[in-house]
């Protein structure tokens, strides 16, 4: 069950939101963090919004955001081709890093590659060319305090693998055998040394995005463009998705971590922002019901939240 | 302290397992009178008992301003160990006397089995000049027993590629649900399906299954089925059978019990979490107990292959982040 005294919620109808949300996963012996904000009145709901958790691949978002900025000040260039060494690449099950053969590819479709359908080899190369100091930089200077990029997309997998000893089982079984907030035998799971942020700074991210308040007003739109195209809707998107009403979102699953935040637009400028980050206590690597629950979540809280 | 001080500080080892009796009793029954009763004693002497020990230890016991004699924290932090005393006393008693009467062993077996089975079993054994006694224990307290000395002969749970008797586990669902379309049980079947507000029906297994390498076993391979093993719940064959039938809960159960029980029962696909047992006796006993035990259990042939391994995914990968 997740700790009642996490709970948020503007009005008690929000509460009781949060409250039905957070038993619903507990029962499901899903641990989690979740915030929901509709960005036109501030209303939220939630829980455990506070605490900081290892991001997955929710950490492309504000990388690629970087990226995105640097392109509109003209000091990347968008064309400006990568190449792909298959033999170099970040291991991942799509993208670029799957590529058998070498190729070159454009700064700009890297980003794109690396927000629509995760490829871990191309924002990894969008971070060798943009650095981390520049990413912590820039999230220093937008405010985002709460969101600490510390390593490419290829530390969760070294570092899996290495505590792990090679078995993916091994490395499954530390990762749900960590208590949360202490320090991980995996480090892009340990609090101190990996991507973290908490619901709430992701959610103060995608607030800041959607009303282009950081980075440059286009690097916000090209952010939210792409990820309107996103290819993983079996979170927030799955009992939501529907032509009246639109969700932008990043995905992140790593071991027994399954996040997803977005951004629910519907008609008449209803915009709510979204956080849900799991992490599930049984050993497999698909949990559809996890993914279910993160959308039966999602929906309760948007139609709540929308007012 | 050893046992000869105790003895001189309570007068007598045997003084103080009474003293404690009544100790306990009382907490239990919330009252002396009631107390008295269970114990079959006066209740003068119940009440002289927990005096004593109150003042040997210079601490109240009970708070007797309350209409019912409540426990102090004092009483709640010594009360375990007075139980875990009583208990070992008790099995001390059981062991003398059946060490007195001589050869009598006694044998640990699942619960429920068929009365037919166990009277062949104890036949077998006086035709083998042994005299046995059967005591019905759920696995994890056979295991107990056993190692207390309790049973001197156990069939004892193991994983069943090990196992040398295996007893094929299945599903017993309520007669209105659909059984499986190709006579086994393929457990993502009960995923609830996506659009439907039915949940996934309550996952039960018997008291013979609380141990955990069957359970750790068990939550794999829900989780793997796609479905949350937080569900999973230890029930008593009665209360069971009562949730399958009125709450549309699914029991993993032997065919044996299912059919005591009067619910439907197909087994399960895959033998991955079928019983497995051992049966813990000298190599000369096992001869004969085993293929007895084998039909007193339900048990089939220890013919357990491991599944064909699947098509593998690139291993690498599964430590990659994926979305």
Same mark, same amino acid.
């Given at each position: ?37 509709? &960005? ?11 605490? +900081?958790?290892?991001?997955? %691949?929710?950490? /492309? ?19 400006? $081709? ?5 033999? /170099? $690449? ?121 009303? %282009?308040?950081?980075?440059? +007003? ?12 996103? &290819? ?17 979102? /990043? ?27 799991? /992490?599930?206590?049984?050993?497999? $690597?698909?949990? +559809?019901?996890?993914? &279910? ?15 | ?12 080892? =045997? ?10 009793? =009382? ?97 077998? !054994? ?6 046995? !006694? ?28 090990? !196992? ?45 299954? @609380? ?23 230890? @029930? ?66 220890? @013919? ?20």
């Amino acid at each position: 069950m997740i700790d009642g005294a996490g709970i948020v919620g503007s009005d008690a109808a929000l509460t009781a939101v949060a409250e039905a949300i957070a038993r619903d996963w507990g029962e499901r012996g899903i641990g989690g963090h979740f915030l929901g904000c509709d &960005l036109n009145s501030g209303r939220q709901c939630g829980f455990g919004a506070d605490e +900081p958790v290892a991001l997955a %691949s929710v950490a /492309k978002v504000p990388i690629a955001l970087t990226a995105l900025e640097l392109i509109d000040r003209g000091e990347l260039d968008p064309g400006q $081709t990568i190449e792909i060494d298959p033999a /170099k $690449t970040s291991p991942g099950p799509t993208g670029s890093a799957l590529f058998g053969f070498p190729a070159r590819i454009a700064v700009a479709d890297l980003i794109a590659l690396a927000l629509t359908v995760s490829d871990n080899a191309a924002i990894d190369l969008v971070l060798d060319v943009v650095g981390i100091t520049r990413v912590a930089a820039a999230l220093a200077g937008w405010g985002c305090d709460g969101i600490q990029i510390r390593h490419p997309m290829r530390t969760m997998f070294d570092s899996a693998t290495r505590a792990g000893g090679g078995s993916f089982e091994l490395a499954l079984e530390l990762a749900i055998a960590g208590p949360p907030g202490s320090a991980s035998a995996i480090e892009a799971l340990d609090p101190q040394r990996g991507n973290v942020a908490s619901a709430r700074g992701l959610v103060e991210l995608l607030a800041a995005v959607w009303e %282009s308040r950081i980075a440059t +007003p286009a690097a916000c739109a090209e952010l939210r463009r792409l990820m309107s195209l996103q &290819l993983f809707v079996q979170r927030i998107a799955a009992d939501l998705r529907s032509d009246a009403i639109r969700v932008a979102s /990043k995905t992140g699953t790593f071991l027994n971590l399954r996040h997803d935040i977005a951004v629910v637009e519907a008609n008449a400028g209803v915009r709510v922002a979204i956080a849900a980050l799991t /992490k599930a206590g049984r050993r497999a $690597t698909h949990a +559809p019901d996890v993914d &279910l629950a993160i959308g039966s979540a999602a929906r309760s809280a948007f139609e709540a939240l929308r007012g | 302290m050893t046992w000869q001080l105790i003895a001189i500080r309570y007068n007598c080892a =045997v003084e103080l397992l009474a003293h404690l009796d009544a100790l306990v009793a =009382v907490v239990d029954a919330q009252s002396f009178t009631r107390a008295a009763d269970r114990l079959g004693i006066p209740q003068p002497v119940v009440s002289r008992r927990v005096h004593n020990l109150e003042r040997v230890w210079g601490q109240p016991l009970l708070d007797r301003t309350a209409r019912a004699s409540t426990p102090t924290p004092f009483a709640q932090a010594v009360l375990p160990h007075a139980r875990e005393l009583l208990l070992r006393a008790e099995r001390l008693e059981r062991a003398v006397s059946s060490a007195r009467k001589g050869v009598i062993r006694t044998l640990g077996v699942p619960p429920d089995c068929p009365a037919p089975a166990l009277a062949r079993l104890l036949q077998a !054994a006086a035709e083998h000049g042994l005299t046995l !006694a059967i005591r019905e224990l759920p696995a994890r307290s056979r295991q107990e027993a056993l190692e207390s000395g309790e049973l001197a002969l156990a069939l004892t749970r193991v994983t069943v590629e090990r !196992a040398s008797l295996r007893v094929p586990l299945g599903l017993a669902a309520a007669p209105s649900r659909p059984g499986p379309s190709g006579g086994a049980w393929h457990l993502d079947v009960l995923r609830p399906r996506r659009g439907s507000s039915t949940p996934s029906p309550q996952l039960l297994v018997l008291p013979e299954d @609380d141990v955990e390498p069957f359970l750790d076993r068990l939550r794999d391979e829900v989780a793997r089925a796609g479905m949350s093993p937080a569900g999973i719940r230890v @029930d008593p064959p009665g209360t069971a059978a009562a949730q399958v039938l009125a709450a549309g809960a699914v029991l993993f159960c032997d065919r044996g019990t299912a059919e005591r029980l009067g619910l439907g029962w197909a087994p399960l696909a895959s033998r991955t979490l079928d019983r497995g047992y051992e049966l813990t006796a000298p190599a000369s006993l096992s001869e004969w107990m085993v293929p007895l035990l084998r039909a007193a259990v339900g048990g089939v042939p220890s @013919d357990y292959a491991e599944p064909p391994e699947s098509e593998p995914v690139d291993p690498a990968l599964r430590f990659a982040a994926s979305g």
